[in-house]
């Protein structure tokens, strides 16, 4: 796996090209980009800063990807999240989940980011005309979560 | 023992604080520390009191109010997160 917490964006096709260069028993490769938007709960937002705890991050992300791995079929798999700060349009996580058939990449691919946004130790402030605020967690998100303890 | 205590993001700007050191009894559960800083009062008892929501970890794992603490150890309180 590869798991990386940085500041600089990231590049979809060299990533993609980085999991599947020699290989020939990956079917699929299933993919999430997390972007910044310039609206949120009607509030025009222009910068958003992401604070994360260094040590505990990368941990976590792993942690989530040996889960993944536990329940489905992932020959591997790709996590970049950036931090600090970034502007409406800038992409802020990369999953890449390769397997050799879809039902495992899309699932383990969704599964990723369900925990990610539960467990992963980031958090986002905005930056409004009002001033910044934290953005809260979303109840939705922890109810996506929990949808993974009863399936496959 | 000694442990390392950090806070972050909304929580810390409420405490002020980014990290701090304490020195506790032996066998002091992550309840108990809780306890200890809600006495000190003002934004300490406001932010760690009954109903509000945040989180723990020890050693850079999601850690629960029972978790017992061990000797230069970590522990780290935040608000619910909100990456990806």
């Given at each position: 796996?590869r798991?990386?917490?940085?500041m600089?964006?990231?590049?979809?096709?060299v990533?993609h090209?980085?999991?599947t260069q020699?290989r020939?028993?990956i079917?699929?490769?299933?993919?999430?980009v997390?972007?910044?938007?310039s609206?949120?709960d009607?509030?025009?937002?222009?910068?958003?800063?992401?604070?994360h705890?260094?040590g505990m991050?990368?941990?976590?992300l792993e942690q989530i990807?040996?889960e993944?791995?536990?329940?489905?079929q992932v020959?591997?798999?790709?996590?970049i999240?950036r931090v600090?700060?970034l502007?409406?349009g800038?992409?802020i996580?990369?999953?890449?989940?390769?397997?050799?058939h879809?039902?495992?990449?899309?699932a383990?691919?969704?599964f990723i980011?369900?925990?990610?946004?539960?467990?992963?130790?980031?958090w986002?402030?905005?930056?409004t005309?009002?001033?910044?605020?934290?953005?809260e967690?979303?109840?939705?998100d922890?109810e996506?979560a929990?949808?993974w303890?009863?399936?496959? | 023992m000694d442990?390392r205590?950090?806070?972050?993001?909304?929580?810390?700007?409420?405490?002020?604080r980014?990290?701090?050191r304490l020195t506790?009894?032996d066998?002091?559960t992550?309840a108990?520390?809780i306890q200890?800083?809600?006495?000190r009062?003002?934004?300490?008892?406001e932010?760690?009191a009954?109903?509000q929501?945040y989180r723990?970890?020890v050693?850079?794992e999601?850690?629960s109010l029972v978790t017992?603490?061990?000797d230069?150890?970590?522990v780290a309180?935040?608000p619910p997160?909100?990456g990806?």
């Amino acid at each position: 796996m590869r798991v990386a917490v940085q500041m600089e964006p990231f590049d979809i096709a060299v990533e993609h090209a980085r999991l599947t260069q020699n290989r020939t028993d990956i079917g699929a490769v299933a993919s999430f980009v997390g972007l910044c938007r310039s609206d949120n709960d009607a509030r025009a937002v222009s910068a958003m800063t992401l604070e994360h705890y260094p040590g505990m991050t990368e941990k976590a992300l792993e942690q989530i990807v040996r889960e993944a791995q536990a329940r489905w079929q992932v020959l591997d798999c790709t996590i970049i999240h950036r931090v600090g700060r970034l502007l409406p349009g800038d992409g802020i996580v990369l999953v890449l989940v390769a397997s050799a058939h879809r039902r495992d990449a899309f699932a383990a691919c969704e599964f990723i980011m369900d925990y990610l946004k539960t467990r992963a130790p980031f958090w986002k402030k905005e930056a409004t005309n009002d001033g910044e605020r934290w953005v809260e967690a979303r109840e939705s998100d922890d109810e996506a979560a929990a949808r993974w303890l009863s399936q496959r | 023992m000694d442990i390392r205590i950090l806070y972050f993001a909304s929580l810390r700007e409420r405490l002020g604080r980014a990290e701090e050191r304490l020195t506790l009894a032996d066998g002091t559960t992550v309840a108990a520390l809780i306890q200890q800083l809600r006495l000190r009062g003002g934004a300490w008892a406001e932010a760690f009191a009954e109903g509000q929501a945040y989180r723990v970890a020890v050693e850079q794992e999601l850690a629960s109010l029972v978790t017992p603490l061990g000797d230069g150890q970590e522990v780290a309180f935040f608000p619910p997160v909100t990456g990806g």
